[in-house]
């Protein structure tokens, strides 16, 4: 009976031990709150680049999809798929509906003029060109004041005593959204400046300052952005892709736009930001400071890249497998300066883009260019009965019609003419419908179409009518000059699925086919901050 009792006292020993042993591993095993939250965007990268071309990936991305958690059915669910509403969505974890950012620009009633998403009438611009740093004298501020919502770092700010937020990028409305209504750097390129904002700062970043001052960007003149060697190119599936290589970024040299305009629409804009971003995470010891640090870059090379060549370019390829090596570098700098496991990214994109709708076609295709200036005249036309005056539309500009102010009011009483207007809109070749934007909520539960362009309303800044235009059709002004490239801003796979993918401290290797949305992110590393945020439309995903 003792032996008996010492056994089970032994073995009620060894499992005390055990049980001890696992809840230290527990406690260790823990994920540990990353000191650095670093959000990429890669402007217009369709979630199948990632399919298409990651098989000659070895830095970055690469890393990102083997080491992180690959949402594959990540997906905008509102219409206008365009960059300020995307980088909103991304920052705030809103779509525009919540968080106002419809568009690039939209139409001001009050003021009867157009207006850009970050356009501030409060603030100038501070330039880290030549002279004494002072604000500009010009009045053009940015800012991201005309947000709605506040961005993730914003919040992580208020609850992470010292945390610095540091964003930058070629466009404005890219830079200034990821880091929101306040932050300690924000940077992004004016013509051949690199800017601020007095929104940011009241004078130039010391840290920004000798960066920019070390790597002109003239450095560059000299360099040609040619195919890479081995032929023709051709994506995974061995299908072939058009190349109009090289491309010399000196062709028009430094007296005009012409360089700065090749070298943003060239991979080695994206090393630059990067540079930039390694600097400052030196300089002003992001993520090294014991507070979590917030750090957001937008490329936005591929964009440029995009809109001129298409999605089915060697360009749009070789984009990509440099920013594969140029976010690797990225990494490696993250690991040494940060510590591996101290920082988590999410990577996305604002949007993805459509082919060039003149290929689609020579196939025998639906495709094509609506014409802006055709749907005006049917609304001018299906109004004339109703006497409501000359020139009735105020602006149409990326699927948002505006009626002027004294026939809006009119039309509010007399709904066959708003019936005759939509039924109007819908005979121009391209256009799949259009809708009354006071109508959208009630439509949203039986038209697909009317629930994508609903989570992009906001009524103060939305039209009174939302065009939509067929798969593959996009909207442009018809003029002498003959139409090229393609863009994006509809709510069709090609526009509407993204990359989503998360790395770093507390984050598992997974692929998921999990619905998600880009408004997912900022939820997403909160959580794995330990930072408590505001409601959100996008929740937490699945990545421990």
């Known amino acids: 009976m003792i032996k008996g009792s010492g056994r089970i006292l032994r073995v009620g020993a060894l499992f005390a031990v055990a049980v001890l042993a696992l809840g230290i591993a527990s406690v260790s095993a823990k994920p540990q709150r990353p000191k650095l939250v670093v959000i990429l965007v890669v402007d217009q990268m ?32 509102y219409a206008n798929t365009v960059t300020c509403a995307g980088h909103s969505t991304i920052s705030t974890g809103d779509f525009p509906s919540t968080h106002g950012m419809i568009a690039n620009d939209w139409y001001q009633r009050d003021k009867n003029t157009r207006v850009t998403c970050v356009s501030d009438p409060k603030v100038t611009l501070i330039s880290y060109g030549a002279g004494d740093g002072a604000p500009a004298a010009d009045g053009k501020g940015e800012s991201a004041w005309r947000m709605h919502a506040p961005s993730l770092a914003e919040q992580i700010r208020k609850e992470s005593k010292g945390s610095r937020t540091v964003t930058m990028s070629l466009k404005a409305r890219s830079a200034a959204t990821l880091a929101g209504h306040n932050a300690d750097a924000v940077t ?11 929104a940011y700062e009241s004078a130039r970043v010391p840290e920004v300052q000798a960066f920019v001052t070390a790597h002109p960007i003239e450095a560059d003149v000299s360099k040609t952005w040619a195919a890479p060697a081995g032929g023709g190119a051709m994506d995974s599936s061995g299908a072939p892709l058009s190349s109009e290589f090289p491309h010399a970024l000196s062709a028009s ?15 080695y804009s994206d090393t630059y930001l990067e540079a930039m971003g390694e600097s400052l995470v030196d300089s002003m010891k992001l993520g090294q400071r014991g507070s979590v640090d917030v750090l957001g870059i937008s490329f936005s090379a591929l964009d440029l890249v995009g809109h001129q060549y298409g999605p089915d370019s060697a360009e749009i390829q070789d984009t990509l497998l440099q920013l594969d090596g140029t976010i690797g570098k990225l990494f490696d700098h993250l690991d040494k300066t940060v510590g591996r496991g101290n920082w988590v990214v999410a990577l996305s994109a604002d949007h993805g883009v459509a082919p060039i709708p003149e290929l689609r076609a020579q196939k025998s295709m639906d495709a094509g260019r609506a014409d802006i200036l055709a749907v005006k005249a049917q609304v001018e036309q299906a109004l004339a009965p109703y006497n409501l005056g000359a020139d009735p539309v105020a602006s149409f500009q990326d699927q948002n019609l505006y009626f002027k102010a004294d026939v809006a009011e009119k039309l509010k009483s007399n709904p066959a ?16 419908d259009a809708f009354a934007g006071d109508s959208l909520a009630k439509l949203s539960s039986t038209k697909p179409l009317a629930q994508a362009a609903n989570y992009s309303y906001y009524a103060s800044r939305s039209g009174d009518v939302i065009v939509i235009p067929k798969p593959y059709w996009f909207f442009y002004a018809k003029s ?3 139409p090229s490239g393609t863009t994006h ?16 401290a507390g984050v598992r290797a997974k692929s998921d086919p999990t619905g998600a949305s880009p408004a997912d992110i900022a939820p997403t590393l909160a959580k794995l901050a330990g930072v408590s945020i505001a409601h959100t439309d996008g929740h937490a995903l699945p990545v421990q």
């Open 480 to 482: 002498s000059s003959k």
């Open 188 to 198: 992004w390129l004016e013509g051949s400046r690199w800017v601020t904002s007095t």
């Open 46 to 77: 369709r979630a199948d680049y990632v399919d298409r071309f990651s098989a000659s990936w070895h830095g970055g991305l690469h890393r990102l999809v083997t080491e992180g958690a690959q949402f594959t059915n990540a997906y905008y669910p």
């Open 489 to 504: 801003g509809s709510p069709y796979d090609y526009d509407q699925h993204v990359p989503l993918l998360v790395m770093g």
């Open 253 to 267: 040299g430094l007296a005009d736009r012409g360089f700065y305009d090749a070298w943003q629409g060239s991979p």
């Open 417 to 432: 003419a708003v019936q005759a207007v939509l039924a109007a809109i819908k005979t121009v070749p391209g256009i799949a």
